[in-house]
């Protein structure tokens, strides 16, 4: 028996092979728990904390028909992402900091822009109309009315960046090793949402779902379908192939990338920063609660421009590379 272990994150797998038979095995152990399984039958493993997921390197099928195309298929390296969409009690982490007065976390363009405009504050900060974070007892919804300049000085800060579009997608939708045949990208790898096909209310924040915050804030909890009774309104548990949460719905999130045709190529310039502030157009994905059910699909893109940030239903998540 040759046997490797493998500590990750407290985790200790301890995967070994029958030199007789040549199967790999994998044991995971849990205090004294011990759960055992063929190598063979695991399509793929996720390690995660409470904050960020790993995405595993890989295909991503990007696009679908009719909706974002050409359809094609991007290998994306293994990154991490947030779990979560950054929360108003994350970004006030930021302010406290000095986020709006240390040029360190801007890009140039960024920060030229915030002092022209004197800008100190999300555009909402202090309005109830979005659950402003300002507001004691709105620590846990979404932080928005943010520019794109706002949210990549946020991930700079964190020692994070924004996701590209391709991480993004993958993220979402999940990559070809998580539907159908693991080895290959095939049809399955194009679901309409991050949980599978089909969706109804209780799986996402979207107009009209029927959550307790339409016309109440409008935004939803970061985190909030996971499939417990939010004040009676009983969710359904909606993560990702990888566990996120609200990359379907609740408010946009800003990705790096400019948005270009498809399909998808990192090195045609699409990742570089803007030139200028309001230089035309930064990608938006995943909808958000002021969207119909049917602009909340994974392949759904949208763009706005780096500067804009009074629109109450647009945020982001955090993406890095070790």
Known sequence: ????????????????A?????????RIHKGAAVEEHAVAEVDSLTFYDDLMVYIPAGNVRMGQTNIAEPVHDFYVEGFWI?????????????????????????NSVGWAWRVANNITLPYYWNDATYH????????V??????????ADAYCRWAGKRLPTEAEWEKAAKGGCETHGDPGQCDASDTPLF??????????????????RYESNGWTTPVGYYDGSNQGGYQTIDSPSPYGLYD????????????????PYNSNDGRENPPVTYNECCRVLRGGSWIDVSGLLLCAI??????????????????ARTD
Not at 194 to 211: F, K, M, Q
Not at 256 to 262: L, R
């Open 1 to 16: 028996m040759t046997r490797r272990i493998i500590v990750i994150l407290g985790l200790a797998l301890a995967v070994g």
């Open 82 to 106: 947030d779990r979560y969409e950054v929360s108003n009690a994350k970004y006030k982490e930021f302010i406290d900091a000095g986020g709006y007065s240390t040029q360190a976390w801007w």
């Open 141 to 150: 919804f979404p932080v928005n009315g943010v520019s794109w300049w706002e």
């Open 18 to 26: 029958t030199a007789s038979q040549g199967e790999w095995r994998m």
């Open 301 to 318: 893109r949208n763009y706005n421009i780096p500067d804009i940030r009074d629109h109450g239903e647009v945020g982001f998540r955090c």
């Open 194 to 211: 991050p949980w599978g096909e089909g969706i109804s209310g209780p799986r996402a924040n979207y107009w009209p779902s029927g959550d």
């Open 132 to 139: 402003g974070g300002g507001i004691p007892g709105n620590e």
């Open 247 to 262: 990359v379907a719905g609740n408010v946009h999130e800003w990705c790096s990338t400019k948005c270009a045709d498809y």
